[in-house]
């Protein structure tokens, strides 16, 4: 059972550039997230899903953007990189029920911006 | 808004020792608690979860009662071993968006000494 994979695992780009960090889940998930993980700041939440065609900001949306055209597949795209962008970014899914909301993490892709 | 405060890291250990990693949240409502795990080189996965005040969310020995009074959901196991080394995160659910979200805090990384 594959669960949550991400890629790349490892990407550096330069200032100005362009690229998707790709997620797909086969859980049959409705929601799905991303989050940033920064040395000594935790996870921020940058925009989640709760279905498919449906999108949302969370704490730090700027820089990025996301997409949800189907249940499996949630891509954020960064455009115009900055070193501010440089970051390890988790995607992760759950199955929304009544109780607490479980979330399932990828292993996560490390971002180099220089 | 809600914020989980972690007991700064790092944390090391010889093997067998007691150990407690604290935390406090401020949130409103009634939050879901959790302790989540990040081995090396993966993701996050839960640990441990408890849903409602002075309930006990138990897993591989380690223990977290919810503590309403306190604000707290310390985290804690009898005797550790090399490969509880990893980073811990406690984390709540955001009560005002429905379960959708949670909050992390900074993490605390453990290590264990043989």
């Known amino acids: 059972n594959a669960g949550v994979t991400q890629t790349p695992k490892f990407r550096i780009l330069k200032i100005g550039q362009s690229m998707t960090l790709q997620c797909t889940q086969d859980?049959?998930?409705?929601?799905m997230y991303w989050y940033r993980q920064d040395p000594g700041m935790g996870l921020k939440l940058i925009y989640y899903?709760?279905?498919?065609?449906?999108?949302d900001k969370g704490e730090v949306p700027n820089g990025y953007n996301v997409s949800r055209s189907t249940t499996e597949d949630f891509p954020l795209r960064l455009e115009l990189a900055a070193p501010s962008q440089t970051s390890v970014y988790f995607c992760?899914?759950?199955?929304?029920?009544?109780?607490?909301?479980?979330?399932?993490f990828g292993a996560g892709s490390r971002l180099t911006v220089l | 808004g809600n914020s989980v405060t972690q007991m700064e890291g790092p944390v090391t250990l010889s093997e067998e020792a007691f150990l407690t990693i604290n935390c406090t949240y401020t949130?409103?409502?009634?939050?879901?608690l959790f302790w989540y795990v990040q081995y090396p080189g993966e993701g996050l996965q839960l640990l441990l979860k408890a849903t409602k005040a002075d309930d006990k969310g138990s897993n591989k020995g380690f223990e977290a009662t919810y503590r309403k009074e306190t604000t707290s959901f310390h985290l804690e196991k009898g005797s550790v071993q090399v490969s509880d080394s990893a980073v811990y995160f406690c984390a709540l659910t955001d009560q005002n968006f429905g379960n959708e979200k949670l909050t992390f805090g900074t993490g605390t990384r453990l290590t264990i000494i043989p």
């Open positions: 859980m049959n998930h409705n929601y």
């Open positions: 992760a899914s759950s199955l929304r029920v009544t109780g607490a909301n479980v979330l399932t």
């Open positions: 899903s709760v279905g498919a065609g449906i999108t």
């Open positions: 949130a409103t409502g009634y939050p879901s």
